[in-house]
């Protein structure tokens, strides 16, 4: 069956940079574009980026340019979200979801990464 | 990319019908037939209810539809039952290979 297992919980300081991976297993992984949402407390859904596993070709929301690299590792299909200069307003639980269209973004996932809750405190 | 405009909230009683709109502009939910509705209860992951602005995947109820007119696409439910009230969000492609959620709206069923 299809999982998608991300990172624990992380802390980090205003000004820091936080890597959060999503390790995929029961398909192939190359087949499925991966997407970031990140949810802040009591806040809505937001749409962050995009990866094809396959090339490696990525895509932001440009809210996020120049702060988030989406990259991934074909050998231990994980795909992996750094966001740089975090400040408050990036605590979130961040999201990995897996397009449900093979080979294209379809932009609706069915499977979701469990969450990892970033948390940024001085 | 602004977020697409939903009411912040909705409510029904048990067995009536409500509706949710998600409005964009002619750059995302007026250019694709590339809309989603999300269901998502506290504490939990979204669940996809409808793509392709009205199509459902298997296991999701036939009281859910989806349409769209113009820069806007809604969301219906029928029967209200208890179960449904969650939080909603719709999902439009935005071009470029980028996506905008909507706000959220948040059910109650009175």
């Known amino acids: 069956q299809v999982q998608l297992v991300q990172s624990g919980a992380e802390v980090k300081k205003p000004g820091a940079s936080v890597k959060v991976s999503c390790k995929a297993s029961?398909?192939?992984?190359?087949?499925?574009?991966m997407h970031w949402v990140r949810q802040a407390p009591g806040q809505g859904l937001e749409w962050m980026g995009i990866?094809?596993?396959?090339?490696?070709?990525?895509s932001y929301a440009q809210k996020f340019q120049g702060r988030v690299t989406t990259t991934r590792d074909t050998s231990t299909s994980t795909v992996y979200m750094e966001l740089s200069s975090l400040r408050s307003e990036d605590t979130a639980v961040y999201y990995c979801?897996?397009?449900?269209?093979?080979?294209?973004?379809?932009?609706?996932?069915?499977?979701w990464g469990q969450g990892t809750l970033v948390t940024v405190s001085s | 990319q602004s977020a697409l405009t939903q009411p912040a909230s909705v409510s029904g009683s048990p067995g009536q019908s409500i509706t949710i709109s998600c409005t964009g502009t002619?750059?995302?939910?007026?250019?694709?037939?590339?809309v989603s509705w999300y269901q998502q209860h506290p504490g939990k992951a979204p669940k996809f209810m409808i793509y392709?602005?009205?199509k459902r995947p298997s296991g999701v109820s036939n009281r859910f539809s989806g349409s769209k007119s113009g820069n806007t696409a809604s969301l219906t439910i029928s029967g209200l039952q208890a179960e449904d009230e969650a939080d909603y969000y719709c999902?439009?492609?935005?071009?470029?290979?980028?996506?905008?959620f909507g706000g959220g709206t948040k059910l109650t069923v009175l």
């Open positions: 979801a897996r397009d449900q269209a093979p080979g294209e973004s379809s932009g609706y996932y069915l499977y």
């Open positions: 029961g398909y192939t992984f190359t087949t499925y574009y």
């Open positions: 990866i094809n596993p396959s090339s490696g070709s990525t």
């Open positions: 002619s750059s995302d939910v007026g250019s694709y037939n590339l």
């Open positions: 392709e602005v009205n």
């Open positions: 999902c439009s492609h935005a071009g470029s290979s980028t996506w905008v």
